[in-house]
């Protein structure tokens, strides 16, 4: 449907010319502003559909976990030696190896992500047991959307709230 008069739409040019000849009268014309929303309509349903398929598609990316911890449950495991922070409602074991996957420049790695934290060991350590989410989402550092991502494969249990 061209909507410009200089899109191709040979039904648009034979009724614009059966017009001209008189042989087709009392046309109606689309208000511009009704073309314009409509539009915008097609390009929100495209956004609104692609945006199903990436819900979906993180959804199956998912890592699941049916474990869930109290907070008595990580008390436990970090005098045990664990290093179990809290992030949200996520209980994050830092020791845990997590697979790079392999690449055109690596083969695939385990990288412990306590040993591999840009902010070190140290800054760890302090939130070792307690919960960092404030610390994680700005309170010290807003963490990127990569190191949100890294959660999911750090976390061990859910963190079942009293």
């Given at each position: ?29 689309t208000p511009n502003e009704v073309i314009e929303r ?125």
């Amino acid at each position: 449907n061209g909507i410009k008069w200089y899109h191709f739409d040979p039904t648009k040019w034979t009724i614009r010319l059966c017009e001209w000849l008189r042989m087709a009268s009392h046309l109606m014309r689309t208000p511009n502003e009704v073309i314009e929303r409509n539009v915008k309509n097609l390009q929100y349903k495209g956004v609104r559909r692609q945006m199903e398929l990436l819900e979906k598609r993180l959804g199956e990316l998912e890592l699941p976990t049916t474990v869930e911890y109290t907070w008595e449950d990580v008390a436990k495991y970090v005098q045990q030696g664990q290093k179990l922070i809290v992030i949200g409602d996520n209980v994050i074991d830092l020791e845990k190896s997590v697979p790079t996957g392999s690449g055109y420049t690596h083969s695939n790695e385990k990288i412990v992500w306590y040993e591999a934290h840009p902010g070190g060991k140290k800054m760890l350590d302090i939130y070792v047991g307690k919960d960092a989410t404030e610390a994680f989402q700005g309170g010290i550092y807003k963490h990127s959307l990569g190191a949100e991502s890294l959660i999911p494969h750090l976390r061990v249990a859910k963190l079942k709230r009293n």
